[in-house]
C-alpha cells in the first residue's frame, strides 16, 4: 500500500497549454575546477531524444549512464549532492546541483551531460548564473522521441500536505496552483548572516534574475577542516562566498541582501529536479516550505515523497550534521 506521502501526490499533464518536452537546441560546454577534488573538469550538454531525461556520462566510463534521478542520489554524500549508478557501482558525479537546478528551471528536460577531466561538474563562480547563460546562449527546442513524435509533459502535483523534518530542520509541501518556493536558513553563531527568509514563485525570468546568481557560501572557520578531510579542494574566494564569524564578509559585494538564502532555493531546485522520471518535470507543483535543511533532507523528502521508504527519524538524523544549527555544513 503506498505510504500517506505518495498518496498526496499525482502527476497532471499540461498539454491544454501546448507543454512540450523540450531539449536544448545545440551542445555547450563549460570547463572550471570541481568543488572538492580542484581539478579542472568540463560538463557538455549535448541535445537528446524526449523520454530520456537527464542523464551523465563520465569520461572513462562512456557505458555507464547515470540518471538524473533521486534512486541514484547517495544519502551521505558529503557537502555536494552526488549521483552514483546504483548501489555499489563505481561510477559517480559530484556536485550536480547548480546545473541541475539551473535545467530543471529553464525546462531542459531531456539532456545528455558528458563530464571529462574528473567526476564533478565545474564549480564555475559557485551560482548557476553562468549555466543559464549556457542554455540561453544555444536556445531550446521541443524534444522528440525515437519515433519524431512530440510527447506531453507531466508533472507531479501535490494534493495534501506532506513533511519531514529532523530536530528543528523540516521540509513541507503543500497544495499550490503554482511552484511557490519559502526557504529559510539560521546561523546565529555567525552575525552577518544570523536569519533570513525568502518566499518567491518560480519562473525561467524570476529564476535566472532573482536566483540562479546568488552564489554559495562558506563559514572561513571550517574551512580548514573541511580541507584537512579532503574535501573543497578547489574553493575559493572567486567561486564562494566566505564569512568570518568574527570579521564578516571576506569578498564583498553580495548579489543580494539575503544571497545565502537565495543560494539554498537554487539548490533546492536542483535537488528536487531528481524528482523527474522520463523526461518529465521534477519540481513539484506545490508550496515548498523548507528551514535549514540541506542536501540529506531534500533527496529524503523525495524518497519520503515518492512512496519508496518510510524515513527513520534516527536514521536521519545520523545524515545531517549540526554545524550552526544547519542541516548541511558547507555548499548551502
Same mark, same amino acid.
Given at each position: 500500500?503506498?505510504?500517506?506521502?505518495?498518496?498526496?501526490?499525482?502527476?497532471?499533464?499540461?498539454?491544454?497549454?501546448?507543454?512540450?518536452?523540450?531539449?536544448?537546441?545545440?551542445?555547450?560546454?563549460?570547463?572550471?575546477?570541481?568543488?572538492?577534488?580542484?581539478?579542472?573538469? *568540463?560538463?557538455?550538454?549535448?541535445?537528446?531524444?524526449?523520454? $530520456?531525461? &537527464?542523464?551523465?556520462?563520465?569520461?572513462?566510463?562512456?557505458?555507464?549512464?547515470?540518471?538524473?534521478? +533521486?534512486?541514484?542520489?547517495?544519502?551521505?554524500?558529503?557537502?555536494? *549532492?552526488?549521483?552514483?549508478?546504483?548501489? %555499489?557501482?563505481?561510477? &559517480?558525479?559530484?556536485?550536480?546541483?547548480?546545473?541541475?537546478?539551473?535545467? $530543471?528551471?529553464?525546462? +531542459?528536460?531531456? #539532456?545528455?551531460? $558528458?563530464?571529462?577531466?574528473?567526476?564533478?561538474?565545474?564549480?564555475?563562480?559557485?551560482?548557476?548564473? $553562468?549555466?543559464?547563460?549556457?542554455?540561453?546562449?544555444?536556445?531550446?527546442?521541443?524534444?522528440?522521441?525515437?519515433? %519524431?513524435?512530440?510527447?506531453?509533459?507531466?508533472?507531479?502535483?501535490?494534493?495534501?500536505?506532506?513533511?519531514?523534518?529532523?530536530?528543528? #530542520?523540516?521540509?513541507?509541501?503543500?497544495?499550490?496552483?503554482?511552484?511557490?518556493?519559502?526557504?529559510?536558513?539560521?546561523?546565529?553563531?555567525?552575525?552577518?548572516?544570523? #536569519?533570513?527568509?525568502?518566499?518567491?514563485?518560480?519562473?525561467?525570468?524570476?529564476?535566472?534574475?532573482?536566483?540562479?546568481?546568488?552564489?554559495?557560501?562558506?563559514?572561513?572557520?571550517?574551512?580548514?577542516?573541511?580541507?584537512?578531510?579532503?574535501?573543497?579542494?578547489? %574553493?575559493?574566494?572567486?567561486?564562494?562566498?566566505?564569512?568570518?564569524?568574527?570579521? %564578516?564578509?571576506?569578498?564583498?559585494?553580495?548579489?543580494?541582501?539575503?544571497?545565502?538564502?537565495?543560494?539554498?532555493?537554487?539548490?533546492?531546485?536542483?535537488?528536487?529536479?531528481?524528482?523527474?522520471?522520463?523526461?518529465?518535470?521534477?519540481?513539484?507543483?506545490?508550496?515548498?516550505?523548507?528551514?535549514?535543511?540541506?542536501?540529506?533532507?531534500? *533527496?529524503?523528502?523525495?524518497?519520503?515523497?515518492?512512496?519508496?521508504?518510510?524515513?527513520?527519524?534516527?536514521?536521519?538524523?545520523?545524515?545531517?550534521?549540526?554545524?550552526?544549527?544547519?542541516?548541511?555544513?558547507? +555548499? &548551502?
Amino acid at each position: 500500500m503506498p505510504s500517506s506521502a505518495a498518496r498526496a501526490l499525482t502527476s497532471v499533464s499540461r498539454a491544454a497549454f501546448s507543454w512540450k518536452p523540450q531539449t536544448l537546441a545545440a551542445a555547450v560546454s563549460r570547463s572550471g575546477v570541481g568543488l572538492h577534488s580542484g581539478a579542472r573538469v *568540463t560538463a557538455t550538454l549535448f541535445p537528446t531524444q524526449a523520454g $530520456e531525461g &537527464r542523464y551523465f556520462l563520465v569520461e572513462g566510463d562512456e557505458e555507464a549512464r547515470v540518471a538524473a534521478e +533521486v534512486g541514484n542520489a547517495e544519502p551521505l554524500s558529503q557537502l555536494c *549532492t552526488t549521483l552514483r549508478r546504483g548501489e %555499489g557501482a563505481h561510477t &559517480r558525479v559530484r556536485t550536480v546541483e547548480h546545473l541541475l537546478s539551473a535545467m $530543471e528551471a529553464l525546462g +531542459v528536460d531531456n #539532456c545528455r551531460i $558528458e563530464v571529462s577531466g574528473g567526476d564533478e561538474i565545474p564549480l564555475l563562480d559557485g551560482s548557476a548564473q $553562468e549555466w543559464v547563460e549556457a542554455v540561453q546562449g544555444v536556445g531550446l527546442c521541443a524534444a522528440e522521441d525515437a519515433n %519524431g513524435e512530440k510527447l506531453d509533459k507531466l508533472a507531479p502535483e501535490i494534493q495534501e500536505p506532506v513533511y519531514l523534518r529532523k530536530h528543528d #530542520c523540516f521540509i513541507a509541501a503543500f497544495p499550490s496552483p503554482q511552484i511557490h518556493i519559502t526557504c529559510g536558513i539560521d546561523f546565529p553563531k555567525v552575525p552577518a548572516i544570523e #536569519c533570513q527568509w525568502v518566499s518567491t514563485f518560480l519562473d525561467d525570468n524570476i529564476y535566472s534574475s532573482k536566483i540562479a546568481p546568488a552564489r554559495t557560501f562558506c563559514i572561513f572557520e571550517e574551512v580548514e577542516k573541511m580541507r584537512a578531510a579532503g574535501l573543497i579542494k578547489g %574553493g575559493s574566494l572567486e567561486n564562494a562566498m566566505v564569512c568570518s564569524i568574527s570579521g %564578516g564578509w571576506l569578498n564583498p559585494p553580495l548579489r543580494f541582501e539575503d544571497e545565502p538564502c537565495r543560494h539554498k532555493i537554487l539548490d533546492l531546485i536542483g535537488d528536487f529536479s531528481l524528482f523527474a522520471q522520463n523526461g518529465n518535470q521534477g519540481f513539484p507543483i506545490a508550496h515548498i516550505i523548507a528551514y535549514k535543511a540541506g542536501h540529506a533532507l531534500h *533527496t529524503d523528502f523525495l524518497r519520503h515523497l515518492s512512496g519508496k521508504i518510510t524515513v527513520d527519524q534516527e536514521q536521519l538524523a545520523g545524515r545531517c550534521s549540526d554545524v550552526h544549527g544547519s542541516c548541511s555544513s558547507y +555548499v &548551502r
